[in-house]
Nanobody, 124 residues
Framework: QVQLVESGGGLVQAGDSLRLSCAAS????????MGWFRRAQGKEREFVAA????????YYADFVKGRFTISRDNAKNTVYLQMNSLKPDDTAVYYC?????????????????WGQGTQVTVSS
């Protein structure tokens, strides 16, 4: 059974940084792409970032380019999302997900397993 567990969320001020982690188990981690999505209250879930199985290719939503960095450590079965220069609009529940493919999909329907989410709140 594949499991994803996110951590690292919290309450920060605008301009601060946070690093989210997502630990995976139950699947050969290094063979699968990983992604981060978020859902703000009252809004649809949206793509944030994705990384290929090897970690060589990354994809970002336009609104986080230059501020967020996705990375993975295949030896630790963990994917990270480094978030810098946080804004109040970044407030959301952040979810990691794994896709049964080697590249990094940007559509949520391409991911088959999801974590429970971690809350990120950015105050102004």
């Amino acid at each position: 059974q594949v499991q994803l567990v996110e951590s690292g969320g919290g309450l920060v001020q605008a301009g601060d940084s946070l690093r989210l982690s997502c630990a995976a188990s139950g699947r050969t981690f290094s063979s699968y792409a990983m992604g981060w999505f978020r859902r703000a209250q009252g809004k649809e879930r949206e793509f944030v970032a994705a990384i290929s199985a090897t970690g060589r290719t990354t994809y970002y939503a336009d609104f986080v380019k230059g501020r967020f960095t996705i990375s993975r450590d295949n030896a630790k079965n963990t994917v990270y999302l480094q978030m810098n220069s946080l804004k109040p609009d970044d407030t959301a529940v952040y979810y990691c997900a794994t896709a049964p493919t080697g590249w990094g999909p940007t559509k949520d329907y391409e991911y088959d397993v999801w974590g429970q989410g971690t809350q990120v709140t950015v105050s102004s």
